[in-house]
C-alpha cells in the first residue's frame, strides 16, 4: 500500500458539527515542517537591523531556497520564532498546543528504549502522545476536516499507540512511524528497508524501491496524490508534511550536488545543503500543485523548521553552523531553539473572502516572540473551531500577528525545559522574557556530547538579546537582580506545568534554585 487510511475514531470530542461552517467557507491549512533546520538554513534573510530591515548573512548566500523566498515574499516571517530545541517535544507540542514541560515528552523519543538520560527525569512521558490525547488533527477531523500526515511523525515509540499517526486523529499517514531518522534517503538502498534497518526503515513507499528517487521527492509525489484525491472528495482538508530532512544522514541529494561543490564546504555540509534545496524544491512543487488544482486561494500555508540547525559547520556552542546564532540543535542558545517561520496564503487574492479575514502583507517581518505551541490555536481559528473547553493550551493565536500588526496581547515569554543528557546542552531550562534570557543548568558539571562544558561550570547565564543578540556576554553575575526575578519566574512557569526534574545520585529532583 501507497499509505494507510483510518478506520477508527479516536476519543477527541465532537466539538463544531462538520456542517457550522459551509465547505467554502473553510480554508485548506497546511503545516510544514522542516526537520533540524534552523533560522539560518536558507537564503531567505530573518535577521534585520535596528530598523526591522533583512540582512543578508554569509549562510543566506550558501544555501538556495528559492520557494522559501517565494512564500517569505507573498507573505510574513518572524524571526524570533522559537521551537523546542530537539524533535518529539516539538512536534508533540503542535500537536497538542502544550508547552514540553507540561505534556512531558521533553527530549527525543527513542523508538527502542526509555532514552531520560543518567539523571534524566524519571517521570518523564517517553510514550509520547497516546489516543486519548487531544490532538490538532483530532479536532480538525471532529469538524469535518479531512487530516493527512506525510513525513516524519516521531510521536512515540516502536509498540505504542502514538508510533502510529492514525491512532492520533490523522485520517491518512504516508510514512510515518516511530523513529525519527531515516535509515537512508535513496530509493535505490529502498529508504532502509531490508534487516538490516528495520528500526529506520520508510515506510509505504515501496513502489519506489530500486529507483533512483530521493526520499523528499518521493514524499511530495504521493501527498501531491492524496491533496488531489481529497479535493476531488470535495473536502476541506489540513496536511501535516512533516520532511525528514534535513535530518542525519547527511546523503547528498544528486539533483542538487553540483550546486555546491565549489563551496568550500565540507562534503557532510555540502550534502546538508543539498537536503535543504530538495525540501525547498517540495515546498515550490506542492505550492504549484494547490494552484494547479484551483484551491490557491483557500489555502494557508505555516512552514517553520522543528529545532535549531543540525548543519556539519562547527562547534555546537559556538557562533558557526546557525552564524550569527550562537550554538546548533540541542543546545541552549538562539542557534538550537530559534527557527524559520513563514505564514502565506498559497495564492494571495486580496477578494478572496477566507483572506480577507486574514489578511496577509507580503513581503514582512516581525520580530514579537511566538513558538510552536501557537499553532494549535492558530490553526483552529483559521478553521473557525473552538478548542475542547478541558484542554489546556499554552499557545496563544497568531492571527493578529500574522496580519503585520503587534499584539500586546500576546506573550513574549518562551519556556524550553530539557531535563535530559547527553546532549549538546544537559539538563538545563530556558527563559526568555522580552529581551531577557536566563538559563539554569541544573547539573552544570557534567560534560555535553563532546565532553564540553556548557557554561563553564555555573548554575547560571543571563543574556540581554537586544544588545547582545548573538549571546557573547554573560550578564548573570553583572545583573544579579534580574538573574533573580528571570529564574523566579522559570521556577513559577515550570510548577504551574506540573514539571518534571533532573535527579541527583539519590534520586532527589533537583529544580531551578534562586541565586
Known sequence: MRFLFAAICIAVPLLVDSAHVNADDRPNVVVFLVDDMGMMDTSVPFITDGQGTPVRQPLNEYYRTPSMQRLAEQGIRLNNFYAMSVCSPTRISIMTGQNAARHRATNWINPQTDNRGTYGAPEWNWAG??????????????????????????????????????????????????????????????????????????????????????????????????????????????????????????????????????????????????????????????????????????????????????????????????????????????????????ASWCTPDADNPLQQSLPIPPDTISSQIANVTDLFPTVLQAAGIDPPAEHTVDGQPLQTILTGKQDPNHSQQFLMHYPHGVHRSNYFTVLRDGDWKAIYHALPGEPSKGKLSQSNGQHYQLFNLASDPYEQNDLSKAKPDVLRRMIAQMQQQLESHNAVYPIDDDGNPLPPQLP
Do not use: W
Open 129 to 342: 502522545l497516546t489516543g486519548d490525547d487531544v490532538t490538532l488533527p483530532g479536532v480538525m477531523r471532529a469538524a469535518g476536516y479531512r487530516t493527512i500526515h506525510v513525513g516524519k511523525a516521531h510521536f512515540g515509540p516502536e509498540n505504542h499507540v502514538g508510533a502510529e499517526p492514525l491512532n492520533l486523529g490523522f485520517d491518512v499517514n504516508l510514512a510515518g512511524a516511530a523513529f525519527g531518522a531515516p535509515g537512508s534517503y535513496y530509493g535505490e538502498k529502498n529508504y532502509a528497508r531490508g534487516p538490516d534497518g528495520r528500526h529506520h526503515a520508510v515506510p509505504h513507499l515501496d513502489q519506489y524501491h530500486g529507483t533512483d528517487t530521493f526520499l523528499s521527492e518521493a514524499l511530495t509525489i504521493e501527498a501531491k496524490k492524496i491533496i488531489s484525491d481529497t479535493v476531488e472528495s470535495g473536502e476541506p482538508f489540513f496536511l501535516y508534511f512533516a520532511h525528514y530532512a534535513v535530518h542525519a544522514p547527511f546523503e547528498s541529494d544528486p539533483r542538487f550536488a553540483d550546486h555546491y561543490t565549489d563551496s568550500g564546504k565540507p562534503k557532510n555540509a555540502q550534502a546538508f545543503a543539498t537536503l535543504i534545496e530538495g525540501m525547498d524544491k517540495s515546498l515550490g512543487d506542492m505550492m504549484d500543485h494547490f494552484a494547479e488544482l484551483g484551491i490557491g486561494e483557500n489555502t494557508l500555508i505555516l512552514f517553520l523548521g522543528d529545532n535549531g540547525s543540525d548543519a556539519p559547520l562547527g562547534h555546537q556552542h559556538e557562533v558557526a553552523c546557525a552564524a550569527p546564532l550562537r550554538g546548533k540543535k540541542g543546545a541552549h542558545y538562539e542557534g538550537g531553539m530559534r527557527v524559520p517561520f513563514i
